[in-house]
């Protein structure tokens, strides 16, 4: 796909496929490709002025800046990103900056304060991803503090988050592997029909042959029987004029 965009010199979808590309990657734990996918997207984005695409991408960066262990460089990608997105008044990525935030900070209170915005932002967002990131963060917070109800509070709800992503992914995947299974089908039915088609037009082209050649046969018979009668006639002719 970003091939393709490059090929139409589309550089909002090069931004974007940098973007997923770099977080496939870092996801991968190959951090030096990471970088140099989300790096590029980040600096195409800073050219071309899509600021609505820089917050995701500067938050993406931190997550890859996080997770090969250069959190300096992290926390400026957060902070940059999340004043972004609040220039921009978008509260999904606010909320994705924030939680990247939360899990740096060596301040508990600080880093609680911040899950908690994030948990609450998510929910009326209806982000469950982030809920779920947000109440996983808070429990382990919780738990350090020895703040075991909360805790164990967080926990409840980040497993019921859980199990109810588990459940989604898993419709989605029945959902995909039925359509593709209709799909299969009406593209099977089409290929039949099609190969019908084709059979019926063969046999029509071969019936054509076969009337051409049998008028084509008959037509040299009847001129073959005319000049025989011909010759016969006048070889008749001949012995009549003989005798």
Same mark, same amino acid.
């Given at each position: 796909a970003l091939a393709d965009h490059r090929e139409l010199g589309d550089s909002l979808g090069i931004c974007r496929g940098l973007s997923r590309l770099g977080n496939l990657y870092r996801d991968k734990k190959d951090y030096q490709l990471a970088f140099e996918n989300l790096l590029e997207a980040e600096s195409m984005a800073q050219r071309r002025k899509y600021a609505f695409l820089q917050p995701l991408i500067l938050s993406r960066l931190g997550d890859c800046y996080f997770a090969s262990g250069e959190l300096e460089k992290a926390e400026k990608s957060y902070e940059l990103a999340q004043n972004l997105a609040e220039q921009i008044e978008k509260p999904s990525l606010i909320a994705l900056a924030k939680l990247g935030l939360a899990r740096l900070s060596k301040d508990p209170d600080r880093a609680i304060d911040l899950a908690t915005?994030?948990? *609450?932002? #998510?929910?009326? !967002?209806? /982000? !469950? /991803?982030?809920?779920e990131e947000a109440s996983k963060l808070l429990y382990e917070l919780y738990q350090a503090k020895g703040q075991f109800q909360l805790a164990m509070k967080m926990q409840d709800e980040w497993k019921m988050l859980e199990? #109810?992503?588990?459940?989604?992914?898993?419709?989605? *995947? !029945?959902?995909?592997?039925? *359509?593709?299974?209709?799909?299969?089908?009406? &593209?099977?039915?089409? &290929?039949? #029909?099609?190969? &019908?088609?084709?059979?019926?037009q063969a046999l029509k082209a071969q019936r054509q042959r076969f009337l051409l050649i049998s008028v084509l046969g008959l037509i040299i018979i009847v001129f073959l029987s005319l000049l025989k009668f011909r010759k016969d006639r006048n070889m008749q002719d001949r012995n009549k004029l003989l005798h």
């Open positions: 915005q994030v948990l *609450a932002l #998510s929910k009326k !967002l209806g /982000s !469950l /991803s982030e809920q199990d #109810s992503i588990y459940r989604i992914e898993n419709q989605r *995947a !029945l959902f995909n592997l039925e *359509a593709k299974a209709t799909y299969d089908k009406q &593209k099977l039915a089409e &290929k039949i #029909s099609h190969d &019908k088609e084709l059979a019926q």
